[in-house]
């Protein structure tokens, strides 16, 4: 398969810093078949121009390229990337911390949206953390104008739950606060 993008191919977009809307071209009637494989560092702007695309990348400290090494060193981390030839298309990173799984994030580039793409990356998630000794799985799920995480986790299989996740962005003022 080769997709053209201002007359040269993704591989040689990609190389060439193009990557973006456009970029991937959507196709419903494509026989796609995708690579799961564990992030590398260089993912990284890959994967934070797909979470811009889906208005899901707000907070650089979690979820920028030094917090993504940081998260891929964590031995009780799974982040995983899905790619099509070699170029990514999608991502899902979670925890287990030896008694529960979650998954804190998944992504999937809008124009590889609906195809499947997602759930691959659940299945290869869950199976991880099954194979780890998880005997169950939670995930952080949200909706926003451009994306609707929990209408997707509903039709895999997730009930929701009466809890409410929180969160403060400045550790340092919290343990001052605490004094």
Known sequence: ??????????????????????ALMKDSNLDIETTIRKFHGDDAPAIIEILKLNGQYSHPIVDGPEAMSKVSKNPSVV???SEIDGIIIGS????????????????????WQGKGIGTKLIKNIASEFRDRGAPTISVTAGKSEKWDSIEFFEKLGFEDMPIKLMIHFDINELIKELK
């Open 1 to 22: 398969m080769i997709i053209i993008y201002a007359n040269m191919t993704i591989n040689e977009g990609v190389k060439a810093g193009i990557y973006g809307e456009g």
């Open 92 to 111: 899902v990173r979670g925890i287990y911390d030896g008694s529960r799984a979650l998954i804190h994030q998944i992504t999937v580039h809008p124009n």
């Open 79 to 81: 982040f995983l990337v």
